[in-house]
């Protein structure tokens, strides 16, 4: 069973950058399409980024755009998010998940295996 685990997350100002890691621990994430999501505090959990198991396809949210970035090393078993120019509005806490579907939509009821989640701060 996939067991994934965030981390990278913390307190950083507007406009600056963080790096959020996803990795599994037994050793299977390779062969999986991986998305994040974000959940802020009375909102709905909401996908931010996705990736198909090769890294050859991404998908992101309109929000994120131009701003965070995907990637995947499989031979490290790790998804990355690269989060630039960060918006008091990106916090949250970000979790990633396995796409059940493989379609990279971000409907979370199409998602399982979540982690605990990493919390990040934007603020000044």
């Known amino acids: 069973q996939l067991q994934l685990v965030e981390s990278g997350g913390g307190l950083v100002q507007p406009g600056g950058s963080l790096r959020l890691s996803c990795t599994d621990s037994?050793?299977?994430?390779?062969?999986?399409?991986i998305g994040w999501f974000r959940q802020a505090p009375g909102k709905e959990r909401e996908g931010v980024s996705w990736i198909s198991s090769t890294g050859q396809s991404t998908n992101y949210a309109d929000s994120v755009k131009g701003r965070f970035s995907i990637s995947r090393d499989n031979t490290k078993r790790t998804v990355y998010l690269q989060m630039n120019s960060l918006k008091p509005e990106d916090t949250a806490v970000y979790y990633c998940?396995?796409?059940?579907?493989?379609?990279?939509?971000?409907?979370?009821?199409?998602?399982?295996?979540w982690g605990q989640g990493t919390q990040v701060i934007v603020s000044s």
């Open positions: 998940a396995r796409d059940r579907s493989g379609l990279g939509n971000f409907r979370p009821t199409t998602y399982d295996s």
């Open positions: 037994r050793f299977t994430l390779t062969v999986y399409h």
